[in-house]
């Protein structure tokens, strides 16, 4: 589902900017990196607000199973479902905008780095927003100022692709990664509170 | 600092203290905006439109300096669950949200003569604009969670999670240099004439104490209507009890 949502994003900026080949082959990629952002946090609603309902959680603690770990997996999980079809589906895409072959290997692994990094950020949002009705709106304002650093270094890798940025866009999605977790099962706990 | 665990507590000294430096602060920032603006004189390559930094760089302190405090709040909640905290941090919210927003709106006016453009996505304008929108989702956040009565500790969770942001904040300045000059303020040496200096620092004191003062005046808010929530509750409870044994005692 992420992935159509990617590939509409693909195919209907050309018809808002027009059919100007050197005007998207330049601003492809960038629009790809929005678009990809936005895939990541299109599912948040159904990531862990459904698990607390159920009980899901509750079930695993008295089993023994932190909630730290079940994040763990739900963040692989949550990345399975969009991240390996968005690196596909960015191929036709880039097609669709005549991205040059070097800008379409910078962005196939910008995306690579930075997609498990706006998995994490999409984890921690569902995990804050669960208890809150009507969470997917706020979770719009939040993703703002988590997302910038990976988008900031993954797409300014596009314009520059001899600077650091692929590989300060590995670290940040890194850092997302080890961190989301523990931010998501805080909260997690914290919901069982109220 | 558990010693003010008890709010009763905290109100005897946040009552008196909030008037002293609300008075205090009035007639720091007013007195150096008053000096800053008529006495000192005109930059020479600047001109006029260096006065605009009395209020500036106030602006910008305390925007970073409200986000620290949200950050300190939210580690006080999380570790030692004070209770106090989720209400320092959602008071410290809105005035440090203005305190950017003016932050950016004022470099934004200096910035067209100076500059010649409004806006320029250079590193530390485009972290301030970031912590903006921290500050407008950490508001938001805490308002829907106690709204809905959920736990005050998800948007702690959230206040440290974007902690992350603050040294991006400061060596923002280094990593995309751009147009925005260098710190000039920075310990040890200085760029600047004392005739700047003074009414600087003393506007930046005064704007600290009045941010200081409007989070302790949203704080007893705060707490004045959980209690005001929680006395009504109390009361509808016992006028339930009362009707309960009006009932037993007709049967």
């Known amino acids: ?194 | 600092m558990h010693g003010f665990a008890n709010p009763k507590r905290f109100l005897s000294f946040a009552r008196p203290l909030t008037p002293w430096l609300l008075a205090l602060g009035l007639a720091l920032a007013g007195g150096a905006l008053f000096w800053g603006l008529t006495r000192v004189p005109a930059e020479r390559l600047q001109g006029e439109t260096v006065r605009i930094l009395f209020l500036h760089v106030p602006a910008a302190w305390l925007g970073m300096a409200g986000w620290m405090t949200i950050a300190g709040a939210s580690l006080a909640e999380i570790v030692w669950r004070h209770p106090l905290a989720a209400i320092a941090g959602r008071a410290a919210a809105v005035p440090g949200a203005f305190f950017t927003a003016l932050c950016l709106v004022t470099g934004s006016l200096w910035g067209r003569p100076a500059w010649g453009t409004w806006w320029e996505w250079d590193g530390r304008l485009t972290s301030m604009l970031v912590l903006l929108f921290l500050y407008l989702g950490y508001i938001a956040l805490s308002q829907a969670t106690a709204r809905e009565g959920a736990s005050s500790r998800i948007p702690a969770i959230f206040g440290l999670f974007g902690v992350i942001n603050v040294p991006v904040i400061h060596f923002s300045v280094t990593w995309w240099y751009s147009i925005h000059q260098p710190p000039s303020f920075s310990l040890g040496k200085s760029a600047m004439a004392t005739a700047f200096q003074v009414p600087l620092l003393a506007s930046t004191m005064g704007f600290t104490c009045l941010f200081a003062a409007v989070v302790l005046m949203r704080m007893r808010a705060l707490l004045a209507e959980t209690q005001a929530e929680a006395r009504l509750r109390r009361r509808a409870r016992e006028a339930d009890g009362d009707a309960g044994q009006l009932r037993e005692a007709g049967a």
């Open chain 1, 1 to 194: 589902m992420p992935v159509l949502f990617f590939v509409a994003v693909a195919v209907l900026f050309p018809f808002a900017v027009g059919p100007d080949a050197p005007l998207l082959a330049r601003t492809g990629g960038g629009v790809l990196w929005i678009a990809a952002l936005l895939a990541a946090i299109l599912p948040i609603d159904r990531l862990v607000a459904p698990d607390i309902d159920n009980g899901v959680f509750d079930q695993l603690t008295l089993r023994g199973v932190s909630e730290e770990l079940v994040l763990v997996v739900r963040l692989l999980a949550h990345w399975l479902s969009f991240g390996p079809l968005l690196l596909i589906a960015a191929l036709p895409a880039a097609a669709l905008f005549d991205l040059p072959a070097e800008t379409l290997r910078t962005l196939l692994l910008g995306l690579a780095l930075g997609t498990p990094g706006l998995a994490a950020i999409g984890l921690v949002i569902a995990a804050l927003t669960a208890t809150v009705r009507g969470g997917a709106a706020l979770g719009g304002l939040l993703l703002i100022p988590l997302a910038v650093p990976v988008l900031i270094f993954g797409a300014g890798a596009l314009a520059r692709p001899d600077s650091a940025g692929l590989a300060l866009c590995g670290a940040i999605s890194l850092a997302l990664c080890a961190v989301a977790p523990f931010a998501g099962a805080g909260a997690v706990r914290a919901a069982r509170e109220s």
